[in-house]
């Protein structure tokens, strides 16, 4: 005996009745808006790599994140360009550092919407890596672990009394969250959450963010600090050691080639969890899209609810806005 003819499809006969039936709701409260400031004045150039995506300075920055907000977006992601970079990437935690700048004149000028700081050295290093680099070569080079966390305790102090409101380390160094943490509580910042990239993998899909961020490794790769693709129990132990070093928020990232490790945290772990709909994701529909090959909002609205079924609590994406303005029909 199969089914009695109709038993599945009566409950998808009319829009309001797939209203009711839904059981995934993607909802503005879910967004957060990466965003990437540069130094000067009234710049909002347009990221070849990312149609619609601006690194903006801190003034057209303050416009931006005000109807961010008025969007109903509850946070932004504050990625900095600096003005000069160097071995240490002294640029993350120089008090008057562009993202420090920029969460100066966010909190003087806006409210009402949470600012994050993304917390990595590879914008700010002169080889792109995101730590301490010995060696000089393709081959002898080798990211430093601990020299690296004393630099991030620092950047997240730094960042926390600049106005950052949540601190979101993404380099993948081993033990990064529990110093962080602890820079934080010393520094006076036990209220400021720890949003962990604790899943990040070495992604090609990250490929139109390195344009944006002007932050490409100068050789090498990033492979012995960000997780090998192939690997999803792995996350769940990366996931583990960062809830008892202290994070309040769990990250895997990417998201799309990711969703059976988000649903495995999800099933695992019961903190928020957040997924990064990353550059390549984006500009692969743009591109599609462009081209008239798929339809933007269809694919992009379908992609946001995809990560929110398999078990994200809040996505950070290049859609938020549009997402925003979609979902209010
Ligand atoms: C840097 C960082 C990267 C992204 C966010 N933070 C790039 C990288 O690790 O190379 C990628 C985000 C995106 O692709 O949208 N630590």
């Known amino acids: 005996m199969g089914f009695p003819e109709h038993r599945l499809r009566r409950l998808r006969g009319s829009a309001p009745l797939r209203r009711l039936v839904r059981q995934t709701r993607l909802s503005v409260d879910q967004l957060i808006a990466p965003l990437f400031v540069r130094p000067g004045h009234g710049i909002r150039q347009e990221i070849g790599a990312m149609p619609g995506q601006f690194q903006l300075s801190c003034d057209t920055l303050v416009d931006e994140v005000k109807s961010i907000r008025d969007l109903g977006i509850p946070a932004v992601i504050l990625f900095g360009i600096p003005p000069e970079k160097d071995a240490r990437g002294s640029g993350a935690y120089h008090p008057n550092g562009i993202v420090q700048q920029a969460l100066a004149a966010l909190r003087e000028q806006v409210d009402g919407i949470e600012l994050i700081a993304d917390l990595c050295l590879c914008e700010y290093t002169s080889h792109g890596h995101c730590g301490v680099v010995t060696g000089c070569d393709e081959r002898s080079f080798h990211v430093e672990n601990d020299p690296t966390l004393e630099i991030l305790a620092e950047a997240a ?108 945290a999800r099933e ?62």
């Open 157 to 264: 102090a730094s960042l926390a009394r600049a106005g950052a409101s949540v601190i979101a380390p993404s380099g993948m160094m081993d033990g990064a969250v529990r110093e962080i943490r602890t820079a934080l509580d010393e520094a006076g910042h036990e209220r400021v959450p720890i949003l962990a990239y604790a899943a990040k993998y070495a992604s090609g899909f990250y490929g139109p963010f390195r344009e944006a961020a002007e932050s490409p490794p100068q050789f090498g790769d990033r492979a012995t600090y960000q997780m090998d693709p192939a690997n999803a129990r792995e996350a769940l132990v990366e996931m583990e050691l960062d809830l008892e070093e202290g994070a309040d928020v769990l990250m895997v990232k990417p998201a799309l080639a990711y969703l059976d490790v988000l649903r495995a």
């Open 268 to 329: 695992r772990f019961d903190v928020p969890l957040a997924a990064y709909n990353v550059s390549g994701e984006y500009s692969m529909v743009k591109a599609a899209a462009r081209n008239g090959w798929i339809d933007e909002q269809r694919v992009a609205l379908e992609i946001l609810t995809s990560i929110a079924r398999a078990g994200a609590d809040m996505i950070l994406t290049y859609w938020a806005k549009d997402a925003a303005r979609w979902l209010r029909g």
